[in-house]
């Protein structure tokens, strides 16, 4: 029997992988799409599912935007360049996008076909999307990794209500995603995408969103009673997301692995207890 997910009309838009296992919830696992030799303009991600790399065969004349610190190799005849755009768009990335002050363009000034190499600034996927089908799409504070082009641009989007500002996990101004060509984001652990009907809704934890289509609108639940809010780790609320359109979810998001791998108390002193008992 097909699940709601199944049975709604939906458009691809992450490049270069397929479906994966679907679950009974209507949730379907991405995978990434085997690597293979790029043609001009194209890319392929690779690496392991700990920290993956994003390969771009960059045309002459072609530029990739980048957030700063994510190149990690390239062709000779790339050159590099950064701006902030205006001093508003700088701002606006810096303040309430959870995104680099300044911008890094990697340009092919040549007449050849030249490669770059990018990769993530903490361990994570790469998700591929096609702002062609999904401009305006909501994306997470820090997913942001690059795009290709210059005609693409991130905006701010106010949360519908307090409660959701505060209290949904994006923040009061929710980062937006415009433009034409393909753009990648950043994604920990498992990815998981579901397409929900007019008026569908689910309850996820509100560090797990990933990316929502533009009409998806997103709410807040309160999670539960004392008990639960003080000792069973899920907080106050809960986010809720409402069709229709696409969300994206990930197992994995960078404050559950810093919470993950920071001691008790937010400092570690292995070494120190090392060089003492030696």
């Not at 397409?195 to 569908?200: N, R, S, T, V, W």
Request: net charge neutral; charged share 15%.
């Amino acid at each position: 029997m097909d699940t709601p997910f199944m049975a709604a009309p939906r458009q691809d838009f992450m490049a270069e992988g397929h479906r994966g296992q679907s679950l009974e919830s209507g949730f379907e696992i991405w995978q990434g799409g085997p690597p293979s030799a790029p043609a001009a303009g194209d890319f392929h991600i690779t690496g392991s599912d700990f920290s993956q790399v994003l390969e771009i065969v960059v045309s002459p004349g072609q530029t990739v935007t980048a957030e700063p610190g994510s190149m990690l190799y390239m062709s000779p005849g790339m050159q590099l360049d950064a701006d902030m755009g205006t001093c508003e768009q700088a701002c606006k990335r810096c303040c309430c996008a959870g995104e680099s002050f300044f911008r890094l363009h990697l340009k092919n000034e040549t007449g050849a076909n030249q490669k770059v190499c990018l990769t993530p600034n903490f361990p994570a996927k790469i998700v591929p999307v096609d702002l062609g089908l999904h401009s305006g799409m909501v994306i997470n504070r820090g997913a942001f990794l690059g795009a290709l082009g210059t005609e693409w641009k991130v905006n701010l989007k106010m949360a519908r209500t307090v409660g959701a500002g505060l209290c949904g996990g994006q923040g009061i101004f929710m980062n937006t995603l415009h433009g034409q060509g393909m753009a990648f984001i950043n994604a920990g652990g498992t990815v998981m995408t579901k397409h929900l009907d007019q008026g569908e809704e689910i309850v996820v934890d509100h560090h797990s969103i990933l990316a929502f289509a533009s009409t998806v609108q997103l709410g807040v639940k309160r999670a539960g009673g004392c008990m639960v809010c003080c000792c069973a780790g899920q907080g106050l609320f809960n986010a809720t997301l409402t069709g229709p359109g696409f969300i994206m979810i990930h197992s994995m998001s960078l404050r559950k692995l810093r919470t993950a791998v920071t001691p008790v108390g937010g400092k570690s002193d292995g070494g120190a207890n090392a060089a003492g008992n030696s």
